[in-house]
């Protein structure tokens, strides 16, 4: 991803932060409480058909971590 193709991205999920309602910012998936517009939950469920492999690494990391 460029980085006008990034800023573009930032911007664009910024105007929709300032023009949805509080209450509509989080979601709850499997009971869990996500932002909507960081983590759309069709990403989540794209993940339940995940099939890792034996010699997969994942790093998880707290966001600005690093």
């Known amino acids: 991803?460029?980085?006008?193709?990034?800023?573009?991205?930032?911007?664009?999920?910024m105007q929709m932060a300032k023009e949805?309602?509080?209450e509509e910012k989080?979601?709850?998936?499997?009971?869990v409480l996500y932002p909507r517009l960081?983590?759309?939950e069709d990403h989540l469920k794209a993940l339940e058909?995940?099939?890792?492999?034996?010699?997969?690494?994942m790093l998880v990391a707290y966001p600005k971590c690093g």
């Not at 989080?26 to 009971?31: F, H, K, S």
């Open 20 to 22: 949805i309602s509080d």
């Open 26 to 31: 989080l979601y709850r998936y499997n009971g």
């Open 38 to 40: 960081m983590c759309p």
């Open 49 to 57: 058909n995940l099939k890792a492999r034996e010699d997969d690494i």
């Open 1 to 13: 991803m460029s980085t006008n193709a990034f800023v573009a991205n930032v911007q664009s999920r």
